[in-house]
C-alpha cells in the first residue's frame, strides 16, 4: 500500500492548464535569455504541431505524464509495510539482585533438590520476568559493588539471559544493599514513566558500600519510586555435627528489619521468602500489586519511494528535450519564460 506524505501538493496539479488557458502571451522583452524550460516552453511544445502531425497527441501525453510525476514526487510517496506491534506500555521496574557469598548457602529445594539461594532465585525470577510483557525492565547485580547488568529494556529474553549468567561472588563477597539502592534511584529517576519500581532481593544485611540503606529508601520515597524488598533464606536448616543433626537458623545475618523500614517508607511491601514455594508466591503477589497495563499499539513501517516518479519524470523530461531541441527563451514581466521569435 502506498500513501503520500503531503497529498496536498496534488492541489498544483492544474496549474499548467490555467496557465495555458486563461494567461494571455506576452509580448517578447529585450532581456537576457536564459534556458530553463518552464510552462510557457510546454506550451509552446505541445502547440509545435500542425493538424497533420501525428505526434502531437503523444507529446501531448507525454507532458501531462511528466507533470504528474514530478508532483508526485514532491507529494513523497511512502510505501507501507505490514503492522508491528508495539511493545505495550507499562511501568519501569528494576530487579536488583544479591550475589554475595550467603546465596550459595544451600537451604532452598526446587524440584526435590536441595539448591542454594540463587539457584532458586535465578528459577522463580525467570517466570515472573517473562510474565511482564508491557513493562521495561533492568537488572542491578550487587555484591560489594553493585552494577547494571542489564538496563531499562521491553527485552525480557535478554534479562533472563543476563539473570541466568549472573554467578555468586561476580561483585564480591559483601552486601552494599545502600550502594544497590542508589544505582536503582540514579536510573528510575531519569525516566519519564510516573510508575517506577525496585524489587530487591537480599540474604544479608549492609555490610560494604558508600550508602546507607535508609537513606537511600528516603530519596526514593522522595522521588516516587516503590521499593519492594523480599529477604531470602530459610528460618530453619538440619546440618551435621560431631554430635549428630541439629536444626540451626542460617539466615541469621539477614536485616528484616532495614528491609521492612525500606519498603514501607517508600510505599512497598516486605516479603520473607524462606523456600522455593513461598518465594514463587511472592512473585505471584508482585504481580497483583504490580499489574501490567494492557493498552497496545501498532505501527507501519513506511519507505520513501519518491524517486520512482523523480525517475520518471527525469526519462520523460529527456524525451521531451530529446525531440524538440532546446532553443533560446527569455523572461516575460509575468516570470514565465517562451520562445524569442523572430521578424
Not at 520515597?221 to 530459610?234: D, P, R
Amino acid at each position: 500500500m502506498i500513501e503520500f506524505q503531503y497529498p496536498w501538493l496534488f492541489l498544483v496539479l492544474p496549474i499548467p492548464y490555467l496557465v495555458r488557458r486563461f494567461l494571455p502571451p506576452m509580448p517578447p522583452s529585450e532581456q537576457g535569455a536564459v534556458l530553463l524550460p518552464q510552462f510557457a516552453h510546454w506550451r509552446e511544445i505541445a502547440d509545435h504541431s500542425t493538424a497533420s502531425n501525428p505526434n502531437k497527441k503523444l507529446r501531448m501525453g507525454m507532458l501531462i505524464l511528466f507533470w504528474l510525476s514530478l508532483v508526485s514526487a514532491g507529494a513523497n510517496p511512502q510505501l507501507l509495510g505490514d503492522p508491528v506491534q508495539l511493545p505495550l506500555e507499562g511501568r519501569d521496574l528494576l530487579i536488583a539482585v544479591d550475589l554475595s557469598g550467603s546465596m550459595e548457602r544451600q537451604d532452598f529445594e526446587l524440584n526435590g533438590k536441595v539448591v542454594d539461594r540463587l539457584t532458586a532465585v535465578k528459577h522463580v525470577l525467570d517466570e515472573f520476568i517473562n510474565k511482564r510483557q508491557g513493562d521495561r525492565l533492568g537488572l542491578i547485580l550487587f555484591g560489594r559493588q553493585a552494577y547494571v547488568q542489564t538496563p531499562l529494556t521491553f527485552d525480557l529474553s535478554t534479562v533472563r539471559q543476563m539473570l541466568a549468567e549472573s554467578e555468586i561472588g561476580l561483585a564480591g563477597q559483601e552486601t552494599a544493599i545502600g550502594d544497590a539502592l542508589g544505582l536503582a534511584i540514579k536510573r528510575l529517576r531519569a525516566q519519564k514513566h510516573d510508575e517506577k519500581v525496585l524489587v530487591l532481593l537480599t540474604d544479608g544485611q549492609n555490610t560494604a558500600g558508600q550508602v546507607g540503606p535508609l537513606d537511600a529508601a528516603q530519596l526514593a520515597a522522595e522521588l516516587g519510586i516503590k521499593i519492594y524488598t523480599v529477604g531470602i533464606g530459610a528460618d530453619r536448616l538440619e546440618v551435621e555435627t560431631l554430635f549428630g543433626s541439629r536444626f540451626v537458623d542460617p539466615s541469621t545475618d539477614l536485616d528484616e528489619d532495614t528491609l521492612r523500614f525500606i519498603a514501607q517508607k517508600t510505599g512497598g511491601h516486605y516479603y520473607r521468602a524462606k523456600d522455593s514455594a513461598n518465594l514463587a508466591r511472592i512473585y505471584e503477589e508482585l504481580d497483583r500489586l504490580e499489574p501490567v497495563k494492557n493498552e497496545s499499539k501498532t505501527f507501519r513501517p513506511k519507505r520513501s519511494v519518491f524517486f520512482w516518479p523523480l525517475g520518471l519524470a527525469l526519462l520523460l523530461l529527456t524525451l521531451l528535450l530529446y525531440r524538440h531541441r532546446a532553443m533560446p527563451f527569455e523572461r516575460t514581466k509575468f516570470g514565465f519564460f517562451h520562445r524569442r521569435t523572430h521578424g
